[in-house]
């Protein structure tokens, strides 16, 4: 729902003094240098900020007295540059058939002067007198290129980085972020080459192309770039504004919504010392989103509304833009009768696909969710289809995996469970920021063991084979520098040269033909190896990929029970399947395929069950955890203990909105040594406990998980409850590797 700013480019705000400037014309008297004060002068009252008619007056007149300096003094690039200002102080007074041939005369005057640069401004400035209408965008381009053709031929540097800003602009607009890229890139290179500081914007453009494609690393960096030279030149125009935003919205796309909200807050406020009522309302706009991202609907809409009055404008898109947002609130908050009624305003103006007004991608997402909430499931597969068909083309793969959650969900309501399955795994493909999983079926594991010991039994006895080997080679080696010294000695008895040296010859033969054989077996135990690890790889990424389609038949199956203890039991062991696949999708996306860095792992399962929990709890988690290296042996179990005391803790620590607090450490105390801790300032346990006699699923198995650790496991239940497991780290691995 969020929206960019896309048509930014600001009006120039020349650095003139205009005392000064008349002061200067006053005071030359050589007519050249007059017309280029004049015209300096012109150019002020036609940049300054209001368009305000005695200011366009004041740059008629100036331009008009320095047009007749020049024919009188026969001067014409001034002649041409006077042509090409009155066009401009047409345009800006709404003439705009006057302006496109006064602009078209200049092109033919300084192509007539072979005035390259000249003839390149103009063409440029004929690409302003086309709106941002989608339907322009090719000319404006076509426009675009000549001029920079013209600026490359005339050697104009600055020129040259401003049109290809400018195109790099116009490829994001038409949603081609690739090709907007490398336009933006050139002109960085261009402006980097001459120095130019000020490539604030061409940042911003990145930043803004590379959220497109949902790389929100390279988008961030970009932005931060943009940020940091705005802030370095001291840029408090709407650019800064439009900088802050798209900041804003990277940091949406990852969740980080306080980071949003920070610089949402600065974008707005920027927006609001320029008095621009387009950017304050696009920058509420995008605060309204995240009001609806965490369920404050109703602040959501009265925000809308509210700015919608203070901030008119008279823009039918912008308009249509917040309907989208009122349509895809009201589809949320299943107030279908509302969401009919805007739904209907954006199929008639951006048509029944959104194919209008180049903004396919964000309104086809609204109409695949729309008719899923209405249970229209043949319009739904309809718009899942092309919309699954347009991100692709785009890359972002980001918006293919919601596409493809929806479509599972709806495939599961109507028990089309095969298809299911296939939409479940096709988001789980492309989802870059949730990790989920269950544990695989015993069978499968047993299968994945087998297979696993019978390849490092290969690699252990080929490695043998290879030690055997390079013994034999050492001996070769040892018997060839013998032979050699033989041959010396023999040297002296002439009758005994030819016998030796065939031997020799035959000798050199067998150990050429070992040494083949060597590099021959060496190269099999490296293949070998990356067999193995590819194989590893592949074992743990097939078992979180079967363990996902386990949790997406319990969640399936779960939407058919209305029994409470059936409904935790399933929760319960989700969480504790996930606690273990983290593990497995660790695994496979490491280099390291035996050892989990458990503080990594800690913080995942916690952000884990926040979120499970993120609308019902009030709790502030503290992590105090150290880099630290586990087997999988030793990792699994500390992890489902890790999931059981923060469940537990979680659901019965802190009663009701009671808001509270739980820390969780991880430490080594001494050598090879470590203790976790996890504590709450909840309620604690019943004074009457007592963990001998408890039938508490949870402590139970916390108990169990310790001993498998070779651990201890204590509680103590003093202003909270806390748990310590101390356990002694199993070295084995480490030593072998």
């Not at 589809?331 to 007004?357: D, M, P």
């Not at 310790?706 to 103590?716: H, K």
């Amino acid at each position: 729902m969020v929206l960019m700013f896309l048509s930014i480019s600001l009006k120039a705000q020349t650095k003139e003094n205009p005392a000064l400037l008349r002061k200067q014309i006053a005071a030359s008297r050589e007519n050249p240098q007059k017309v280029t004060l004049l015209q300096r002068l012109s150019s002020f009252y036609l940049n300054k900020k209001g368009e305000v008619k005695k200011d366009l007056d004041s740059a008629a007149i100036l331009n008009n007295q320095a047009m007749i300096l020049s024919l009188k003094s026969k001067d014409n690039l001034g002649r041409g540059k006077s042509m090409l200002l009155d066009a401009k102080i047409n345009k800006e007074r709404g003439n705009k058939e006057t302006a496109f041939s006064k602009i078209k005369n200049s092109i033919t005057y300084f192509e007539n002067h072979k005035m390259t640069e000249q003839t390149g401004e103009a063409y440029e400035e004929l690409s302003f007198l086309y709106d941002d209408s989608p339907k322009n965008f090719d000319a404006k381009i076509k426009l675009k290129e000549k001029a920079l053709t013209l600026y490359k031929n005339s050697g104009s540097k600055i020129k040259q980085a401003s049109v290809l800003k400018d195109l790099g602009e116009l490829y994001l607009s038409k949603d081609d972020s690739d090709k907007s890229i490398e336009l933006l890139k050139q002109s960085l290179s261009v402006y980097q080459s001459i120095k130019f500081k000020e490539t604030q914007a061409v940042y911003n453009f990145l930043s803004q192309a590379e959220i497109e494609k949902a790389n929100y690393e390279e988008a961030l960096k970009y932005g931060i770039a943009a940020e940091k030279i705005a802030i370095s030149v001291n840029d408090n125009s709407l650019q800064l504004s439009s900088i802050y935003s798209n900041v804003g919205m990277v940091y949406y796309y990852l969740r980080q919504n306080d980071d949003a909200m920070r610089y949402w807050e600065k974008a707005l406020e920027i927006a609001k010392k320029n008095k621009d009522n387009g950017y304050v309302r696009t920058v509420a706009n995008n605060m309204s989103t995240m009001l609806i991202r965490q369920k404050k609907f109703d602040k959501a809409i009265a925000m809308i509304k509210e700015y919608k009055a203070k901030y008119p404008i008279d823009d039918e898109q912008f308009e249509m833009r917040e309907d989208y947002i009122l349509f895809s609130t009201y589809t949320i908050l299943k107030q279908f009768k509302n969401a009919e009624t805007y739904y209907k305003k954006l199929v008639s103006h951006y048509g029944e696909n959104g194919e209008k007004f180049n903004n396919q991608t964000s309104l086809l997402r609204s109409f695949v969710f729309y008719h899923y909430q209405t249970k229209n499931y043949p319009a739904m597969y309809r718009k899942a289809t092309l919309f699954d068909s347009l991100a692709k083309k785009s890359g972002n793969d980001m918006l293919r995996s919601e596409n493809y959650l929806i479509w599972f969900k709806a495939d599961s309501i109507q028990g089309k469970y095969l298809d299911a399955i296939e939409h479940y795994q096709l988001y789980k493909k492309f989802s870059d920021s949730v990790f989920n999983g269950e544990k695989s079926k015993q069978i499968n594991s047993l299968k994945i063991q087998f297979e696993t010991d019978q390849k490092d039994k290969n690699i252990q006895l080929l490695t043998q084979k290879g030690k055997l080997q390079e013994i034999q080679i050492t001996n070769d080696t040892f018997m060839k520098y013998i032979f050699t010294g033989s041959i010396i000695v023999l040297f002296l008895f002439m009758l005994l040269i030819y016998n030796r040296s065939r031997l020799k010859t035959n000798a050199n033969k067998k150990l050429e033909l070992k040494r083949k054989q060597i590099d021959e077996q060496n190269e099999q135990l490296k293949k070998l190896l990356a067999e193995k690890e590819w194989l590893l790889k592949e074992i743990h990424h097939r078992v979180k990929n079967n363990l996902q389609i386990v949790i997406s038949l319990l969640n399936t199956q779960s939407a058919y029970l209305e029994n409470e203890d059936a409904l935790l039991a399933i929760q319960n062991s989700q969480h504790r399947m996930h606690a273990m696949s983290l593990i497995h999708q660790k695994l496979y996306q490491s280099d390291n395929l035996s050892m989990i860095d458990m503080a990594w792992y800690i913080y995942e399962l916690i952000t884990y069950i926040k979120e499970c929990y993120s609308s019902e709890k009030n709790i502030n988690f503290i992590l105090d955890t150290e880099k630290v290296f586990l087997d999988v042996a030793q990792a699994v179990p500390m992890g489902l203990i890790v999931n059981e005391a923060i469940n537990n803790t979680v659901k019965y620590a802190f009663p009701g909105d009671t808001k509270g607090e739980v820390s969780v450490s991880f430490k080594n105390t001494e050598k090879d040594l470590y203790q976790l801790v996890i504590s709450d300032n909840g309620v604690g346990l019943p004074d009457d406990f007592d963990i001998e006699e408890t039938e508490s699923l949870g402590m139970n198995l916390m108990r169990g998980l310790a001993d498998q650790l070779d651990g201890t496991f204590t509680l103590e239940n003093k202003n909270g409850l806390k748990i310590i497991i101390t356990f002694r780290k199993n070295t084995e691995i480490e030593t072998s590797n």
